[in-house]
């Protein structure tokens, strides 16, 4: 008999995780809401043509391939086999941006600029699963496109403060430029090498600065280059104080300059926000996709080790690609599953997020039934879940169900209740037991939940 499995890097979510993922979801998709943005929905699949040459080389290897549908490999001959483009033509989605992207030209017609989008979806990448990483993932994603206004980068950061201030994980949010890391490749002589730059010193905290230095010079930096490299990335003060030092070392920068003039006008929209959390510009952090062209940005959990999570940034001609150039945008996403993996592990999730029933009623005979039917009909009515247990049996069981199901209450009507017309309420929480009456019961869970 074959023993059940899922392949590595997905998983199963239980109704407790799936209610703590809820809360997540929820928590996101509500201050997005709140800041205009509207939702929207793509498929899974995208065709492959959408999808490769958005990430880099590196991010290419990491898509999953969809083999055309059915038996259509039989027919192929063994040198049309090798041929992956021909048995491939669709792959899963990488990301939320590119099939934005895509979705936004598509429909170019039929949107308002600037468009304001959200999108909670599931990711697939081909990665090697580890702590905190998986090969399937969801995405809590927030774009504006349309608009190349710094304002909307400082709303981004507002909505990373909100939404974490809400979850209660403090966070520390680092912000480079693709214009400045631009600069800085172009002052040491080697623009050419940009991209080759940007995905050697994005790895600078995971593999430190020697490692670095190595891969730089792998990837064919002269050792003039890389030691005019060193007391960039080797940069301490304030923001204002780095931006103040760089200027001096990018004077000769164009591209450079311009993305320190953005930095400062961000750094200023951001103070006159008020907002509280801990914003580091960090010249070290790349971010590895290829289509960010301006402001960059990654959330880290201040109380617990993992990686990024939350990232994003500015790009500029995305939708060219697809045949509608120079439409800007900017956007972040929030990750799920390491969120999940933050709050678990600093037990932040509220009390009663994990209980999908708050009220259970006790059955205890047919004309007991008979009445709780009728209470727990008004009490759903009024918006508070409830149930019943399926069958008459001893309270012990009952209660023992109730518990170990967090439900926070147990409604017991037996022969006296009924004599009465008061429901005996128990708190499963503190013991207490309380007599409602039935014409109230709805009420009094409503004030409750």
Same mark, same amino acid.
């Given at each position: 008999?074959?023993?059940?499995?899922?392949?590595?890097?997905? &998983?199963?979510?239980?109704?407790?995780?799936?209610?703590? &993922?809820?809360?997540?979801?929820?928590?996101?998709?509500?201050?997005f809401?709140?800041? !205009?943005f509207a /939702?929207?929905?793509?498929?899974?699949?995208?065709?492959l043509?959408?999808?490769?040459?958005?990430? !880099?080389?590196?991010?290419?290897?990491?898509?999953?391939?969809?083999?055309?549908?059915?038996?259509?490999?039989?027919?192929?001959?063994?040198?049309e086999?090798?041929?992956? @483009?021909?048995?491939?033509?669709?792959?899963?989605?990488?990301?939320?941006?590119?099939?934005f992207?895509?979705?936004?030209?598509?429909?170019?017609?039929e949107?308002?600029?600037?468009?304001?989008r959200?999108q909670?979806?599931p990711?697939?990448?081909?990665?090697?699963?580890?702590k *905190?990483?998986?090969r399937?993932?969801?995405?809590?994603?927030?774009?504006?496109?349309?608009?190349?206004?710094?304002?909307?980068?400082?709303?981004?950061?507002?909505?990373?403060?909100?939404?974490?201030?809400?979850?209660?994980?403090?966070?520390?949010?680092?912000?480079?430029?693709?214009?400045?890391?631009? *600069?800085?490749?172009?002052?040491?002589g080697?623009?050419?090498?940009?991209?080759?730059?940007?995905?050697?010193?994005?790895?600078?905290?995971?593999?430190?600065l020697?490692?670095?230095?190595?891969?730089?010079?792998?990837? !064919?930096?002269?050792?003039?280059?890389?030691?005019?490299l060193?007391?960039?990335?080797?940069?301490?003060?304030?923001?204002?104080?780095?931006?103040?030092?760089?200027?001096?070392?990018?004077?000769? @920068?164009?591209?450079?300059?311009?993305?320190?003039?953005?930095?400062?006008?961000?750094?200023g929209?951001?103070?006159?926000?008020?907002? %509280?959390?801990?914003?580091?510009?960090?010249?070290?952090?790349?971010?590895?996709?290829?289509?960010?062209?301006?402001?960059?940005?990654?959330?880290?959990?201040?109380?617990?080790?993992i990686?990024?999570?939350?990232?994003?940034?500015?790009?500029?001609?995305?939708? *060219?690609?697809?045949?509608?150039?120079?439409?800007?945008?900017?956007?972040?996403?929030?990750?799920?599953?390491?969120?999940?993996?933050?709050?678990?592990?600093?037990?932040?999730?509220?009390?009663?997020?994990?209980? @999908? %029933?708050?009220?259970?009623?006790?059955?205890l005979?047919?004309?007991?039934? @008979?009445?709780?039917?009728?209470?727990?009909?008004?009490?759903?009515?009024?918006g508070?879940?409830?149930?019943?247990?399926?069958?008459?049996?001893?309270?012990k069981?009952?209660?023992?169900?109730?518990?170990?199901?967090?439900? /926070?209450?147990?409604?017991?009507? !037996?022969?006296?209740?009924?004599?009465?017309r008061?429901?005996?309420?128990?708190?499963? &929480?503190?013991?207490?037991?309380?007599q409602?009456?039935?014409?109230?019961?709805?009420?009094?869970?409503?004030?409750?939940?």
């Amino acid at each position: 008999m074959q023993k059940p499995s899922i392949p590595k890097g997905t &998983r199963d979510f239980s109704p407790v995780e799936m209610s703590r &993922r809820q809360y997540i979801f929820d928590t996101v998709r509500s201050v997005f809401r709140s800041y !205009g943005f509207a /939702p929207l929905e793509t498929p899974a699949m995208e065709n492959l043509s959408t999808l490769l040459g958005k990430y !880099g080389d590196e991010g290419d290897k990491l898509l999953f391939k969809i083999l055309n549908s059915g038996d259509y490999a039989a027919n192929l001959s063994q040198e049309e086999m090798r041929n992956a @483009s021909k048995i491939c033509e669709k792959g899963l989605r990488y990301d939320l941006t590119v099939p934005f992207a895509r979705y936004v030209v598509q429909h170019q017609n039929e949107i308002v600029f600037p468009f304001k989008r959200f999108q909670i979806q599931p990711v697939w990448r081909a990665d090697r699963p580890q702590k *905190g990483r998986y090969r399937e993932f969801y995405q809590c994603d927030v774009d504006v496109i349309g608009s190349r206004s710094l304002l909307n980068e400082a709303e981004l950061v507002e909505i990373v403060e909100s939404v974490f201030g809400k979850l209660g994980i403090a966070v520390t949010l680092k912000i480079n430029n693709r214009k400045i890391l631009y *600069g800085i490749a172009e002052t040491i002589g080697h623009a050419d090498k940009m991209t080759d730059i940007t995905v050697a010193i994005d790895k600078l905290e995971k593999i430190g600065l020697d490692n670095v230095n190595a891969e730089l010079r792998e990837r !064919g930096l002269d050792d003039t280059a890389v030691a005019a490299l060193q007391p960039i990335l080797e940069l301490t003060g304030t923001n204002a104080e780095k931006l103040d030092k760089l200027s001096q070392i990018l004077a000769s @920068s164009e591209t450079g300059m311009a993305g320190i003039a953005e930095m400062r006008t961000l750094f200023g929209y951001i103070e006159r926000a008020g907002v %509280t959390i801990e914003v580091e510009l960090d010249l070290s952090l790349a971010r590895g996709l290829n289509y960010y062209t301006g402001a960059i940005f990654e959330v880290k959990a201040r109380d617990y080790a993992i990686g990024s999570i939350c990232g994003g940034g500015r790009y500029d001609n995305l939708t *060219g690609i697809f045949g509608l150039p120079d439409v800007s945008g900017v956007g972040i996403s929030f990750g799920a599953d390491r969120i999940y993996d933050v709050m678990t592990g600093l037990e932040l999730f509220p009390e009663n997020v994990d209980c @999908s %029933t708050f009220v259970l009623f006790a059955n205890l005979g047919a004309e007991e039934e @008979s009445a709780s039917l009728r209470l727990l009909s008004q009490i759903r009515k009024n918006g508070t879940a409830a149930e019943i247990y399926p069958e008459n049996g001893k309270m012990k069981k009952q209660m023992e169900y109730a518990d170990r199901r967090n439900i /926070p209450y147990v409604v017991i009507i !037996g022969s006296r209740e009924l004599e009465t017309r008061c429901a005996t309420v128990k708190d499963m &929480r503190s013991g207490e037991q309380t007599q409602v009456e039935f014409d109230a019961i709805a009420q009094f869970f409503t004030a409750r939940n």
